[in-house]
């Protein structure tokens, strides 16, 4: 069980880089010497140094001129195969074979072409001793956003919206009407924050003018993203600030003035997930929560392009208001968010 335990240690540091480091993977790092752990770091925002870095950083600068010899000694425990290649920083099996540890024991490898299996390649051909597949399956979790953007070529998509207990999603007329509580708004808004991008249609916004932001909680406002076929939503509304980009798709133009990206898109009424995911993909947006409307996500549900569906269900009732949308998934999680039910959903 001690591989098993440093594994769980290193998802527990790569969890601290969420919602810093996409379209990079999440990973942690622990350096072990004689069943001590001596050095730990992870990956902390995209384009700086991972998580193998930062962790023989952190020995080099609590050892010193000792560091050299412990690292020799020691076992590398990361919860994805080390890069193998230059990208925004130099290939971690590298640093792995300069500074000559003696273990290293793997969670994932790395279905990036650029790796996947090059940097264990690299390790052994070094003479060190690999070991992968250690917590595969908790790793893949933790990663789940980047195992889906590069082995699908989308982004991974949540759906997420609010029900009242007989099932209605919104009023009629278009009003806005709350139907969870605080809590499921503040949980709501840190979601948010961990994603790359919030997705919601034109009438969402007309009916609601949200800001789509994440002023419940700190952390970084996702981009948001509007479909607005006709480019009907009113110049003022809050999805126009400079809070954070906000990209348009659309049939009348492709534009970008200041963090509004206008991009057109033809026949925006066939195959439109499809069409968006793609798009989003290029874009390197690794991960989108769909917010709305209920007719934009149902479209999402009907072609099967979800991954994750998470829904609030109040415990009032309207006597009227439109259907909340109809999904098929397995159960992963059912707990009380303040008066509310969340159920939490993966596709089968």
């Known amino acids: 069980m001690t591989h098993e335990i440093y594994m769980q240690r290193c998802l527990e540091l790569a969890l601290k880089g969420k919602g810093n480091?996409?379209?990079?993977?999440?990973?942690?790092?622990?350096?072990?010497?004689?069943?001590?752990?001596?050095?730990?770091?992870?990956?902390?925002?995209?384009?700086?140094?991972?998580?193998?870095?930062?962790?023989i950083n952190n020995v080099l600068q609590k050892y010193g001129d000792q560091a050299a010899t412990l690292l020799a000694n020691a076992t590398a425990y990361v919860s994805l195969e080390p890069c193998a290649h230059f990208g925004k920083t130099p290939p971690c099996a590298d640093l792995l074979v300069k500074h000559r540890l003696k273990n290293v024991v793997i969670g994932n490898t790395d279905p990036f072409d650029g790796v996947n299996g090059k940097g264990i390649d690299k390790?052994?051909?070094?003479?060190?001793?690999?070991?992968?597949?250690?917590?595969?399956?908790?790793?893949?979790m933790v990663n789940r956003r980047f195992f889906t953007r590069i082995t699908q070529q989308r982004p991974y998509l949540i759906l997420k919206w609010a029900q009242t207990a007989n099932g209605f999603f919104a009023p009629t007329d278009q009003t806005q009407r709350w139907i969870s509580g605080p809590e499921a708004k503040t949980?709501?808004?840190?979601?948010?924050?961990?994603?790359?991008?919030?997705?919601?249609?034109?009438?969402?916004?007309?009916?609601?003018?949200?800001?789509?932001?994440?002023?419940?909680?700190?952390?970084?406002?996702?981009?948001?993203?509007?479909?607005?076929?006709?480019?009907?939503?009113?110049a003022n509304y809050h999805i126009f600030n400079n809070e954070s980009k906000t990209i348009v798709f659309n049939e009348v133009k492709t534009e970008?003035?200041?963090?509004?990206?206008?991009?057109?898109?033809?026949?925006?009424?066939f195959y439109l997930p499809q069409k968006l995911a793609y798009q989003l993909y290029l874009m390197d947006i690794q991960s989108v929560i769909i917010e709305g409307g209920a007719h934009l996500l149902s479209q999402f549900i009907k072609d099967?392009?979800?991954?994750?569906?998470?829904?609030?269900?109040?415990?009032?009732?309207?006597?009227?208001?439109?259907?909340?949308?109809?999904?098929?998934?397995?159960?992963?999680?059912?707990?009380?968010?303040?008066?509310?039910?969340?159920?939490?959903?993966?596709?089968?």
């Open 21 to 55: 480091v996409s379209p990079n993977p999440m990973v942690g790092c622990v350096i072990v010497h004689d069943n001590n752990i001596i050095g730990e770091g992870y990956h902390q925002k995209f384009g700086e140094a991972h998580a193998e870095v930062n962790a």
């Open 123 to 140: 390790l052994k051909n070094a003479g060190i001793e690999v070991l992968s597949g250690v917590l595969d399956e908790e790793c893949r």
């Open 187 to 234: 949980l709501a808004h840190e979601w948010r924050s961990e994603e790359d991008a919030i997705l919601v249609g034109k009438n969402t916004v007309l009916a609601d003018n949200p800001q789509l932001n994440t002023r419940e909680v700190k952390g970084k406002n996702p981009i948001r993203i509007v479909i607005d076929k006709r480019l009907e939503i009113p």
């Open 256 to 269: 970008v003035v200041g963090n509004l990206h206008f991009i057109q898109m033809e026949d925006m009424q």
């Open 304 to 348: 099967s392009l979800w991954d994750e569906a998470r829904i609030f269900t109040a415990n009032t009732t309207w006597e009227s208001g439109l259907q909340a949308p109809k999904i098929n998934g397995q159960l992963m999680e059912e707990i009380s968010i303040g008066n509310d039910k969340l159920q939490v959903l993966k596709q089968k």
